[in-house]
């Protein structure tokens, strides 16, 4: 989906909400514990919480916050948005004044928290000309040296795995790199690739860290074929860059299990890690969400349930032994990674706090365990689900249910549904939703074409979700968007391919397979997806009572509808930031706003136009007398956004 973009004012707009520009703004003082408070990780801390203790920022004065600077990476150059892949998704870390965040041209930058003025800034020269499957960077990875001097060189690290399979070691206060780790601050991680194009094996997540390990997964072009790279999960001494250990999502033989054996086993295809990672550093567990088998839409060369894919997995980060796992999804073939970080909690049940963690998902659910043992914390149930697959395929008779509400609709999509912008489109869609197999959830591809609802885009994708410790709420951020799927025999595919494809298709290989796939968004003529919008939601979760509290729709359609009506829920990407004062901020869908939320009832109280739609997860943090907010505003080229390169920052009022 490429098309137009739009130019949005120079300045950001003015700010909505209660109090008149001259009216006084009541800003309470920081106290000790906010000025203490750092942003050390991709998701607040090591545990993904997305939740900070600063209350300066209220629902009070919410709708006074105002600019306070933007600074621009210029990773918009020439020759790098490539086939509009192209995005800003990442979240900064603050750390003793200074923010530190990564692009997925290959450059870091340390920014000064108060000015946005840069401090230091690294390019990993990565080629602007390689066609990578994916273009994104989440983040970096801040880790300190507890046996170094204070002021040593790189006694306080940054790390950053890059697009192009590397992983770098910089010193936090200049930004260059550490010659002690690997060879002069960087190691290649590229395995033997099989038949996957160097392209298609790449780092979009920053590393965990637990005590002196570093811990990372991998992002795959996982369509391309059923003999991707191996999708190994590794460990590296912070220090030095040497491997730990390695870990193999995909259960093999002692000889397929080692990463440099050659040639692979092809029967059960791959499976990575490429969401962010969360570390319980009291128990030295590492939690991994883990993507599908590949390819994704067919199955048959990868039989059984393809453990441990679609999982979530706890690894001991001493040693990378398995000690325990769950999967949530059996034998995926519908693209239903786990994309989501896991969130570490502490779930309060019957006068006790069960350290916790929580696993969101593509297909809505929302499941709970121990972090122990991985006993689930709310009923887990098998249930029938369809099985008229294609020929060569053998489907799971079942998949696991949480007792939890589903976040999204996943009953079957049907004419009486369609939806339209005129009563032309809805004809349309109606005459495309009945030619399509549609049976609810977990209906398999086909050669007819299958309603995918959820879809691949979600559910809850890698923005994963917020907590709130005090009133035990998860509050996430949903797509309820369907897609059509088609599996096309392999010489109908190639036809289709050689002669361009059809328009506003994606189309996947899907080598050493009987089928091509291709896939899009259930759209009727005029671009408008065929079901009746909201098509992204905020819902707020009560783990207290196991119901949710509120479901709001997110975003309008501005800037994507044809001509001005009246659209409320669009989809997008990023998540949300939760704040002690009740607060919560979000940017995520396609109309380009920040927004804070009442976290109790979901009401919008403030929001601001951004350079570009914010498909990024904010951020807060407090420094001099002033709390902040701050998100990367670049815009999604396959969501058909306008552009940016602008990380912005908003405070209260002197």
């Known amino acids: 989906m490429r098309g137009s973009t739009f130019i949005l004012a120079a300045a950001v707009t003015a700010l909505l909400g209660g109090c008149s520009r001259s009216a006084p703004v009541d800003v309470p003082p920081l106290d000790a514990a906010a000025h203490a408070f750092q942003w050390t990780a991709w998701g607040g801390d090591a545990g993904g919480s997305k939740f900070a203790p600063l209350t300066q920022i209220t629902p009070a004065n919410v709708a006074a916050l105002k600019p306070a600077w933007t600074f621009h ?13 192209l995005t800003f998704e990442a979240t900064p870390l603050f750390v003793d004044g200074t923010l530190y965040f990564s692009t997925a041209t290959g450059e870091v930058f340390a920014l000064d928290a108060a000015t946005g003025k840069p401090r230091w800034r690294y ?15 989440r983040g970096v990875t801040y880790w300190k040296d507890s046996t170094a001097a204070a002021g040593t060189i790189c006694a306080a690290r940054i790390f950053y795995a890059t697009m192009d399979a590397r992983l770098i070691a910089l010193d936090a206060t200049t930004g260059k790199p550490c010659e002690g780790f690997g060879e002069h601050g960087q190691l290649r991680l590229d ?13 979009t997540s920053p590393p965990a860290v637990d005590g002196d390990t570093l811990i990372l997964g991998s992002s795959i072009g996982d369509n391309y074929s059923a003999a991707n790279a191996m999708g190994v999960v590794r460990a590296f001494d912070a220090r030095t860059g040497a491997l730990r250990w390695h870990w193999d999502p995909i259960e093999r033989t002692a000889e397929a299990g080692d990463p440099n054996a050659t040639p692979y086993p092809t029967w059960d295809g791959a499976a990575n890690a490429w969401g962010v990672l969360s570390v319980d550093a009291a128990r030295h567990l590492v939690f991994i969400p883990t993507g599908s088998a590949s390819p994704d839409p067919y199955g048959g060369e990868r039989p059984g349930d393809n453990h441990w894919a679609n999982s979530l997995v706890a690894l001991d980060t001493a040693t990378g032994k398995l000690v325990w796992a769950r999967q949530l999804i059996h034998h995926d073939v519908w693209d239903y990674d786990l994309a989501a970080q896991p969130m570490l909690i502490d779930l309060k049940r019957d006068g006790q706090s069960i350290p916790a963690v929580i696993q969101l998902t593509k297909t809505g659910q929302v499941f709970v365990f121990r972090r122990d043992d991985g006993t689930p914390l709310f009923d887990i149930t098998e249930k029938p689900v369809p099985q008229d697959g294609v020929v060569g395929e053998k489907l ?11 976040l999204v609709r996943n009953g079957p999509v049907t004419p009486e549904d369609a939806h339209g912008l005129t009563f032309w489109d809805r004809g349309r869609c109606r005459a495309l939703i009945g030619s399509l197999k549609s049976e609810g959830i977990f209906t398999p591809p086909s050669l007819q074409g299958t309603i995918e609802m959820p879809s691949y885009a979600g559910g809850v994708n890698w923005g994963s979700g917020a907590w709130d410790p005090a009133t035990q709420t998860l509050v996430t951020n949903v797509n309820d968007l369907p897609m059509q799927v088609q599996l096309l025999p392999r010489e109908e595919w190639l036809a289709q391919v050689k002669a361009g494809g059809a328009k506003g298709w994606e189309y996947a290989r899907m080598k050493h397979t009987p089928y091509g796939m291709r896939r899009r968004v259930l759209q009727s003529p005029l671009g408008a997806p065929c079901i009746a919008p909201p098509w992204g939601r905020v819902v ?6 196991g ?33 002690a004062s009740g607060l919560v901020f979000i940017g995520a869908a396609t109309d380009g706003y920040l927004r804070a939320l009442d976290r109790a009832t979901g009401k919008e109280l403030w929001r601001a136009e951004l350079p570009a739609p914010g498909m990024a997860t904010p951020m807060t943090y407090a420094v001099g007398n002033r709390q902040y907010v701050v998100i990367a505003a670049g815009g999604h080229g396959k969501l058909d956004t306008g552009r940016s390169d602008a990380l912005v920052a908003f405070k209260l009022p002197e």
Not at 126 to 136: A, G, K, R, V, Y
Not at 191 to 203: H, K, Q, V
């Open 123 to 137: 390019d990993a020269h990565i080629n602007p000309q390689q066609d990578f499957s994916e273009l994104s960077s």
């Open 540 to 545: 707020a979760l009560n783990l207290s009572t």
């Open 191 to 203: 395995p033997a690739l099989r038949d996957t194009s160097p392209a298609d094996y790449a780092f």
């Open 73 to 85: 990476t210029g990773a918009l150059a020439k020759g790098w948005d490539v086939e509009g892949k």
């Open 547 to 579: 119901k949710l509290d509120w479901s709001i729709p997110l975003g309008t359609g501005k800037h994507k509808a044809p001509w001005p009506i009246s659209i409320k829920g669009m989809p997008g990407m990023g998540g949300p930031l939760m704040t």
């Open 396 to 406: 799971s008779p079942t998949q696991p249910f949480s007792a939890l509400p589903s």
